[in-house]
């Protein structure tokens, strides 16, 4: 029987951005979705985040679902066991001392502040205006990749990454080997945020799969896009069949 395996971001995908990230909750029609889903024969489902895995697990809780935090690095499978990528704890605290160095008095910044995730770093740039929010963007675009540091934009934020290989087209990767999930004879669908979720979407999509774009930063072609993370619940209960969302429950979401 061919598997299909659904892979969510969290922030912004299946929880509304909030200015504190330690607020942010998972909508609970997107909850339902995932119990729904997982409850299926034949359907696998994954939520992927940036987040660390321990920060992750409490936001979720859904029974039969696979989480992922660090990109992709860690992962907690139904039942409890906990897995980690071989070989890169070892390699973390070396590729995390030059992180600050190439960033300078960028921290300094009234307004910026920082969010660090052990596997990657957050710098959340809502407290300055969009020119000045450009400007240091560029100056940590230019200053990281120059030294092989991966630098991705999400909303009003950048993360860096400290393991160059590490995004979640390797988050993807890992779940379906864990799984023994192969596309594209079994199909991958992706729903995402950002430019790291953008990234892993292009992937899904050359690997004959479907992928779901939430809001409309890092456009990906070939994606279907939706406005928000209600939007999201919304179209995928019409795309399986579901009822956990109703026309009058998307609407008062969605306005």
Same mark, same amino acid.
């Given at each position: 029987m ?8 969290f922030?912004?995908t299946?929880s ?8 942010a909750?998972?909508l609970?029609?997107a909850r339902?979705?995932?119990?729904e889903?997982?409850s299926?024969?034949?359907e ?6 940036s987040?660390l895995l321990?920060d992750?697990i409490?936001?979720?809780?859904v029974?039969g679902?696979y989480?992922g935090?660090g990109?992709g690095?860690?992962?907690?499978l ?5 897995w ?11 590729a995390?001392q030059?992180l ?7 921290l ?6 920082? +969010?660090?995730?052990?596997?990657s *770093? @957050?710098?959340h740039l809502r407290?300055? !205006?969009p ?5 240091? #963007?560029?100056?940590l675009k ?5 030294q092989?540091?991966?630098?991705l ?6 993360e860096?990454?400290f ?10 990767k890992t779940?379906?080997e864990i799984?023994g999930?192969?596309p594209?004879?079994d ?6 945020d950002? +430019?790291?979720?953008?990234?892993? *979407? @292009?992937?899904v999509?050359?690997q004959? !799969?479907?992928a779901?774009?939430?809001g409309? #930063?890092?456009i ?8 928000s993370?209600?939007?999201?619940v919304?179209e ?13 429950g998307?609407?008062?979401?969605t306005?």
């Amino acid at each position: 029987m061919t598997t299909r395996l659904w892979i969510f971001d969290f922030d912004g995908t299946l929880s509304p951005i909030v200015p504190d990230r330690r607020a942010a909750r998972i909508l609970p029609q997107a909850r339902d979705l995932l119990k729904e889903l997982a409850s299926r024969p034949g359907e696998l489902v994954a939520v992927l985040s940036s987040r660390l895995l321990d920060d992750l697990i409490p936001r979720v809780e859904v029974p039969g679902v696979y989480l992922g935090g660090g990109s992709g690095v860690e992962w907690l499978l139904p039942g409890g066991k906990r897995w980690t990528a071989p070989g890169m704890a070892e390699r973390l605290p070396e590729a995390r001392q030059t992180l600050i160095p190439a960033i300078g008095n960028v921290l300094a910044v009234p307004g910026i502040t920082m +969010e660090d995730k052990v596997w990657s *770093m @957050a710098i959340h740039l809502r407290g300055i !205006g969009p020119d000045q929010r450009e400007r240091v #963007s560029s100056f940590l675009k230019d200053r990281l990749r120059r030294q092989g540091i991966r630098f991705l934009r999400g909303p009003r934020v950048v993360e860096i990454q400290f393991l160059p290989e590490v995004d979640k087209v390797f988050g993807v990767k890992t779940i379906c080997e864990i799984l023994g999930v192969d596309p594209p004879r079994d199909r991958l669908i992706y729903a995402g945020d950002d +430019e790291n979720d953008a990234i892993a *979407m @292009a992937w899904v999509i050359q690997q004959g !799969g479907l992928a779901v774009k939430v809001g409309y #930063s890092h456009i990906v072609p070939g994606a279907w896009h939706v406005n928000s993370p209600a939007a999201l619940v919304f179209e995928l209960c019409s795309l399986i069949g579901s009822n956990v969302m109703s026309d009058a429950g998307a609407r008062r979401y969605t306005e």
